[in-house]
């Protein structure tokens, strides 16, 4: 069985393949100028062990955004955000 996430936009499970993923950065606000924090939000990321908040984008389908809360220790989707 493949991995899939529920897109209430398309209104049913996709393929994973169907969607792009985007984490949701926490830029330090130690960081003040435009250019670092462009950088450190576009390449710092956090791989927490645990429950993150993740964005996904349904480029398979209705090319629009997804909010998801998953469990990195087994993949496991939790909640789809509203």
């Given at each position: 069985m493949?991995l899939?996430?529920?897109?209430?936009?398309?209104r049913g499970k996709?393929?994973?393949?169907?969607?792009?993923?985007?984490?949701?950065?926490?830029?330090?606000?130690?960081?003040?100028?435009?250019?670092?924090?462009?950088?450190?939000?576009?390449?710092?990321h956090?791989?927490?062990?645990?429950?993150?908040?993740?964005?996904w984008f349904?480029?398979?389908g209705?090319?629009r955004?997804?909010t998801?809360r998953?469990d990195?220790r087994?993949?496991t989707?939790?909640?789809p955000e509203t």
């Open positions: 493949s899939t996430l529920y897109c209430h936009h398309c996709r393929p994973l393949s169907d969607f792009v993923y985007g984490e949701i950065p926490k830029v330090p606000d130690s960081l003040t100028d435009p250019v670092e924090r462009d950088l450190d939000r576009g390449f710092m956090d791989n927490v062990e645990g429950v993150v908040v993740e964005r349904c480029h398979g209705c090319h955004w997804i998801v998953r990195t087994n993949d989707v939790l909640s």
